[in-house]
């Protein structure tokens, strides 16, 4: 069984930065796409952005791109979600999740999710 644990939520002003934490517990975690979703209040969970299992395909939602950066280190079985000029938009429980290949905003293709970490960005 594979478990995600998210840390590094909480509240901010608009314009700061956050890095958010996803621990994979997984003897092969390398082999494991990553994807971080996010859920507004009353919205659907949505696609934010996603990593391949080396680091070297990354793909972000058109609201966060050019602000949000995610990566991973694989000798630490983390993936993470740097989050820069953060606005009151960006309010939502932040998700990682593990899928077996590549893919993207498709939240059927990630088998393991974590447990959510919120984020509130105040203005």
């Known amino acids: 069984q594979v478990h995600l644990v998210e840390s590094g939520g909480g509240l901010v002003q608009a314009g700061t930065s956050l890095r958010l934490s996803c621990v994979v517990s997984?003897?092969?975690?390398?082999?494991?796409?990553m994807g971080w979703f996010r859920q507004a209040p009353g919205k659907a969970r949505v696609f934010v952005a996603s990593?391949?299992?080396?680091?070297?395909?990354?793909d972000y939602a058109d609201s966060v791109k050019g602000r949000f950066t995610i990566s991973r280190d694989n000798a630490k079985n983390t993936t993470y979600l740097q989050m820069n000029s953060l606005k009151p938009e960006d309010t939502a429980v932040y998700y990682c999740?593990?899928?077996?290949?590549?893919?993207?905003?498709?939240?059927?293709?990630?088998?393991?999710w974590g447990q959510g970490t919120q984020v509130t960005v105040s203005s």
């Open positions: 999740a593990a899928s077996i290949y590549y893919s993207k905003q498709y939240q059927g293709d990630y088998v393991y």
């Open positions: 990593i391949s299992g080396s680091g070297g395909r990354t």
């Open positions: 997984a003897r092969t975690f390398s082999s494991y796409a």
